[in-house]
């Protein structure tokens, strides 16, 4: 711990309990306060009536201007960061994944995001497929990107089992089948309500997250034939509690650097489903991929999971098993080895 002499800023734009981002940091923060590290987050000021591209920008100027001899661990796309966890993807990447639409935002985060992985000193990516993509659109040696894979706490609380569902008053026969994200459009709802739509099974799908458009997914259920087999909870703070009683965790996301729900879900043994543009997706089984967010091919698999008992049992303990390698304490130990070094590497210069 000695190495550490500079005061450690953790930077993050935006503050809300639901974000994955914001989750993560949490969860770092309290492994370095029980570790004794001292450290404080930098969270933006600015407010909110102002128009998201221009908070982007003053909250740069802002963090940038007052750094003096801070060490920057950021979560943000900044241009000044020591070390730039890339939590949050390449953003050039994912505007391939959405529809061509002008949005100043777009524009800013190219601009901070060229400038951030340049002038970091070390990046993490959260998954293989991130630094590829790092290495692929901003011509980055590969040895400035370390990858370190999420965390996720181990330990549940398991006396809430069968709450959910009781509160929903779900068919004891009725396998649950679980999506948990904000902004419906990129994490692929739309395509699972179709693909739901085919399954012909019994099944009981939980929609949780928050999105503007809620009641425009409400009625896109109903017409689909869904209104029995799909409630839209919005956002909830006991997450723990549905994974507890769902039997498979779907996330058709068009593009997730690495989903933290991914996690979370085989941690309380949830067969885990979701495509191959999620960096979670290489922790999981191959069978259980999907290509794209409407990839139909999925469809016997899903059946598969829902009819057969022991291969559903047998999937769900290797998540359990697979899982305990992704704990937090390890993301944090890794984590912290790479500040060291990092701030080893810049008193020696």
């Known amino acids: ?12 734009r935006n503050r809300t309990q639901f974000g994955g981002a914001e989750k993560y940091l949490v969860r770092l923060s309290n492994e370095l306060t029980q570790q004794g590290y001292n450290h404080r987050v930098i969270y933006s000021r600015l407010p909110k009536f102002l128009p998201s591209f221009l908070r982007a920008m003053l909250f740069n100027i802002g963090v940038c201007f007052h750094k003096g001899t801070r060490f920057y661990f950021s979560l943000e796309r900044i241009s000044c960061p020591d ?10 990447e994912f505007l391939h994944s959405k529809e061509k639409s002008f949005n100043p935002l777009n524009t800013v985060y190219l601009y901070l995001e060229k400038r951030c992985f340049r002038n970091a000193k070390k990046i993490i990516a959260n998954s293989m497929m991130v630094k590829n993509e790092i290495m ?14 999420s965390g996720v706490e181990m330990d549940i609380e398991t006396s809430l089992a069968g709450s959910v569902r009781k509160e929903y008053k779900i068919d004891p026969g009725s396998r649950i089948i679980l999506f948990v994200g904000s902004g419906f459009a990129r ?11 085919k399954l012909d099974r019994n099944f009981f799908a939980i929609i949780v997250g928050k999105d503007k458009h809620l009641k425009r997914y409400i009625a896109m259920s109903e017409q689909l034939g869904l209104a ?4 839209f909870s919005g956002p909830v703070s006991d997450i723990d509690r549905y994974y507890l009683d769902s039997d498979i965790l779907m996330l058709p996301t068009r593009y997730e650097p690495f989903s933290n729900v991914v996690l979370e879900a085989m941690r309380s043994g949830n067969a885990v489903i979701t ?6 997706a290489e922790v999981l089984q191959d069978e259980l991929l999907m290509d794209q967010s409407s990839d139909e091919m999925i469809l016997p698999v899903m059946r598969r999971l829902l009819d057969e008992s022991e291969y559903l049992e047998e999937i769900k303990n290797l998540n359990r098993d697979t899982v305990k390698e992704y704990s ?7 984590t912290l080895s790479l500040i060291e070094a990092t701030l080893s590497d810049s008193s020696s210069q």
């Open 1 to 12: 711990m000695s190495a550490i002499k500079r005061e450690i800023c953790f930077v993050r």
């Open 83 to 92: 070390i730039y966890r890339a939590g949050d993807g390449v953003h050039r």
């Open 136 to 149: 692929q659109h901003y011509d980055i040696d590969s040895g400035k990107i370390s990858v370190i894979y």
């Open 187 to 197: 994490k692929g709802v739309t395509d699972m309500l179709h693909l739901l739509a």
């Open 228 to 231: 029995d087999k799909v409630k």
């Open 275 to 280: 495509t191959r543009q999620n960096g979670a």
């Open 328 to 334: 937090i304490e390890r993301n944090a130990r890794e």
